[in-house]
């Protein structure tokens, strides 16, 4: 057993309370108790004590949209003269020539790494969406290597697509089916899988019948990039619908659980589709902004009571900065300094909670007793009270994921002081720049 104590507890639970000098005691996978730390260690004298001084302790962050796999694009040069000027330009000069490039060791090492970077900056629980379109085949357990290697949780998707002929999607098909009934088998609850779809404007409508066949055998729903660009919203309209979603309603691919990434292009009427699917949407807003590709309908979709997640998109590995950024995008975009307050810290602390519930069938996101042992100690300490009212803005104004201290996942300590536990992470590093060198030279 183990007590992590004296620190200011945020628990995120219904009352948003902020506990001072308080602790948590973790038994196993799961909190046990939770309260005044005198109280936890009078109750608990066995335990062992982590004394975390005044530092804040909170629920590990939760980001429902990742891709590992873009670690090496980091200062690599494209070698294309013109850089991109268009959202399907990005795709093609960079993700889509990056992603057939991919490796086996290309694919581990970038994951590794990502998700190292997901732990240093507190983030407990990734939701990735994988593309290696010359290895598809068994590139979902490289990445699993890298997630058990590491202790985080991780929905791992692979994205099939058309872009490069049929038969690299029915490969990217066959690759879920493998891994998804895997994991169904195992078992393990710090692994899912979704069905990965890169985008309607990419997808053959036999794919799309061929996916949504897939998702009833399985009962699993879809991770799929909708209405990012506008170029996706005017492919459906000249196969003769509405927009992005009618088609993907239209086969299916909206269904519960189903998470549409970005909605961008999506039109207000389309919002209510998926709502009526009861699907999720997921804001990636700094992704959104580095592609220019416009302003997500993000408060609209949220008073259409639509359950509105957070991510990153692969542009950070820190959701502390994602929050940051939202919040600043809603007041710009729409002129108003009262924008995003309510709506950012719904996304990030409740609705990213309420996805990662449903898929992991876990609790997460929030301290309490038998839920997950997902914990983060943040060395911040703050110039003014932390109360149930404020908490939200002093991590707003206050936190950033290089304060993290120590993250533990399931009660165990993925990084404590800074230092990842269990692995050699400068050895790591130095590998992984290497085949960074080597990948970009097959670029």
Known sequence: MLIIGDGTVLTFDKDSRVISNGGIAIEGEEILDIGDTEELQKKYPEATFKDVQGKIIMPGMINTHMHLYSTFARGMDLKTGQPPKKFVEILEKLW??????LNEEDIYYSAIYAILDCVKKGATTIFDHHASGNLIDGSLDII?????????????????????????????????????????????????????????????????????????????????????????????????????????????????????????????????????????????????????????????????????GLGTDGYTSDMFESIKVANLLQKHELHHPQAGWNEVFQMAFKNNREIATRSFDKTLGILKAEAPADIIVVDYYPPTPITSENAYFHILFGISGDMVDTTIVGGNILMEDREISGLDYQRITRRVKEQAEDFWKRF
Do not use: C
């Open 96 to 101: 889509w020539r990056l992603d057939r490039t």
């Open 144 to 308: 699993t290597e890298a997630v058990r290697q590491s202790g985080i949780r991780a929905s791992l998707a692979y994205e099939i697509s058309d872009r490069d002929g049929h038969e690299k999607a029915l490969e990217g098909i066959r690759e879920n089916e493998r891994f998804i009934k895997k994991t169904q088998r195992e078992g393990n609850s710090y692994l899912r899988g979704m069905i990965g779809l890169h985008a309607s404007f990419t997808l053959k409508n036999e794919t799309l019948s061929q996916a949504a066949s897939l998702a009833d055998e399985l009962e699993v729903p879809f991770h799929i990039h909708v209405a990012e660009g506008i170029e996706d919203f005017y492919e459906s309209k000249t196969r003769g619908y509405k927009g992005v979603a009618y088609r993907l309603d239209r086969f299916h691919i909206l269904r519960p659980g189903t998470l549409a990434i970005h909605g961008v292009h999506l039109q207000e009427e389309e919002l209510e589709i998926l709502k009526n699917n009861d699907s999720s949407l997921v804001h990636n807003p700094e992704s959104n902004m580095g592609n220019a590709v416009g302003f997500a309908p993000i408060k609209t979709a949220l008073d259409k009571g639509i359950v509105v």
